[in-house]
């Protein structure tokens, strides 16, 4: 592929700096300065917390930007060496994806000024292609240096670029995966003292753990007989775009909106009946709406969920500015649906009844996945992201005006991240480096919760493009080591954002024997029955991961639970008919746990190998009272009769899992030297304790 120079300078959509930021940014260097740089050295603290792919690739294609970088012990000068650096930066998949519109960036922060005076860089390529050098900051790049690739074997080696400049930033542009550079490095002297690198583990405080009555949440759409939605604490209701912007032709600024796309007006009571209304104060539970896809005027012109919801059709991405109509939209809602009351006339509504600061809603989700490899060139990284989360925090620091963005119309409201594909803690740190340099207030713009999605299935591959397309039937949490990788997951997501949740916002399992996310069947019992105990084996397994709630996918389903489509019977409820719904296997399975495990909170994992695993919660409201999760964690059918649990305290009950039964099969047991006798199988008993 050869690209040579054209589009040479990117147009980046971010605003340069003012003088006035110019000068007081050399005060600060003066006052901060080390010794003067006399001499120029090899730059040797770089670590892969400095290095930046803004592509968004590092997670899903398992290759380090850092790369670039980690080869920094070979000295270039050095004629009779026999080994070369080897690392390559780029991913070898999605191509189309990652050097889309100019090309894979990849930026190092060296934490504080630096003299630069040259870079001297190992070319590998096979073939010839472009490779761009820039100093200066995420608003304002300067190209310092362009070059090809020599693109043949006999070409490889060292090259030396004069680059003279005084900078923190090095951004790297590379138009596609054939400008092989193997190794970058740079060479000059601090003008200020470096701070440390960041900690490897973070040691600091970690958040309350939830209460399980406020753990769980399910996904769904509106309609759900809500007497079924009871031991959910969240309800994450997929919203479409299109149901809010309605409107057909491209007419910004001059449009109004659907501000109830789940619910009616009621002329009996003269107000809304709202879904929303059902789920917080009949129920008493929290609901936030995912926003997903695009206008119905761009559903029109044959765009999808995975385009931009730019204003107009054409407009650059990255650029914050260019979700003008989006961020309006969202003002809207949080106007409407948050606690504050703002003027019902700044309201744009189809409806005539106009409300606000109906104060039943206060996190928005500003889309879902958009990190999906499966869109093709429709691929959104993470600048694009940031741009439109930027525009629907607060209207990009208020240059849009008054009226764009949810902290602009109700300060108590917050933004959800749109749930990851993955655990992709890679795309989180590059998120949050573009909140510190994009914006000047430098906050972190999704307080709602940092939200992952993942399933358990047999597939193969490091992202769920591979492995769902590899994958003939799921596999048990514990064989998927859940609790293990989630752990991994929430530690990282601490370093980056220790007070922020972190959600699980998908997992699940459907009853279907041909989905590749099928439930694993246990013997004795059906796939029904199957899916409701991997379910609440999974509850109790992420609840000890650290993580602070796990939304289950999905609420119910409208197909025969044989339908061999993908997520299709992943349901917990059937509805069979005009609000005629019938609970599953799972949904009393899981009323039995909250029911009994409501104001209960982690404790300890007891035992977590050979045949049987135990887990141990504590009452929150009363602390005398403990709960033991006991089960075997495998699926052949496996029993461990008379087993000796080790309890303590002045009474004992066990609790087991039956269908029909919301709140189990209760059965006292025989306190014996501190010790009950149970029967352990594959299906989870909880034995309550009263300690005192």
Known sequence: MKSGFTGLLIAFAFIACNDADKSASKNALAENRPAPCNSSSKITTITPDDVYDLSGYAHISRVSPYNLFDENYFDPKDRFATEFPKTSPHPKKGINLYFKDGGSRIVVDLRAPHKLSNITLYDRSKQSDSVFIYTGTMRNWKLKAAFSTKGDPAGWGWRNISIQDSTQYVMFRFSSPEADITEAIMYGCPLATLPPPAPAEYTGPRLEPKMMKEFLGVNCYQGTDIRWMKPFYYSRVYTSISRIDVDNVDNWPNIKYFITPHGWWNNGTNDYVLYADSITRDVGNKVWYAYLGVPAWMEKKGLWNEDRPVTKIGMNPEDPMSYARHANMMWTMAACYG?????????????????????????????????????????????SYFA?????????????????????????????????????????????????????????????????????????????????????????????????????????????QPNVECILGEYGYDKSRTSKVSAPLVPGYNQSESQGLMLVRAINLIAFSGFDRYIIYWVKDDADENDPGLFITSGILRQTGNFQFSPYPAWFYINTFVHHLGNY???????????????????????????????????????????????????????????????GIITPLQISNGTVNINVSEAPKLILVKEK
């Open 339 to 383: 606690t504050t009351k703002v003027d019902t006339n700044l309201i744009r509504s189809i409806e005539p009844h106009r409300f606000s600061g109906r104060n039943i809603m206060t996190i928005y989700e500003n889309g879902n996945e958009t990190d999906a490899a499966w869109g093709g060139n429709k691929y959104c990284n993470p600048v």
């Open 388 to 496: 439109q989360s930027t525009a629907d925090y607060d209207g990009n620091e208020g240059r849009m005006g008054s009226t764009f963005g949810i902290k602009n119309a109700d300060p108590n409201s917050n933004l959800m991240l749109a749930g990851f594909t993955s655990f992709d803690v890679d795309r989180l740190r590059v998120l949050q480096f573009l909140c510190n340099t994009l914006r000047d207030d430098k906050k972190f713009l999704w307080n709602g919760g940092i939200q992952y999605h993942y399933y358990s299935s047999n597939g193969k591959g490091d992202h769920p493009t591979d492995i769902f397309t590899s994958a003939t039937a799921g596999i048990t949490p514990e064989e998927d080591s859940l609790r293990q990788k989630m752990t991994k997951a929430r530690n990282e997501t601490y370093k980056l």
């Open 601 to 663: 909170i982690p404790e300890k994992i007891i035992k977590e190998q050979g045949d049987v695993w135990i887990y141990k919660y504590r009452n929150k409201v009363s602390p005398d009272s403990a709960a033991y999760f006991v089960y075997c964690p495998t699926r052949n059918g496996k029993k461990v009769n008379a087993f000796t649990l080790q309890t303590g305290g002045v009474s004992a009950t066990e609790v087991s899992l039956k269908d029909k039964m919301p709140e």
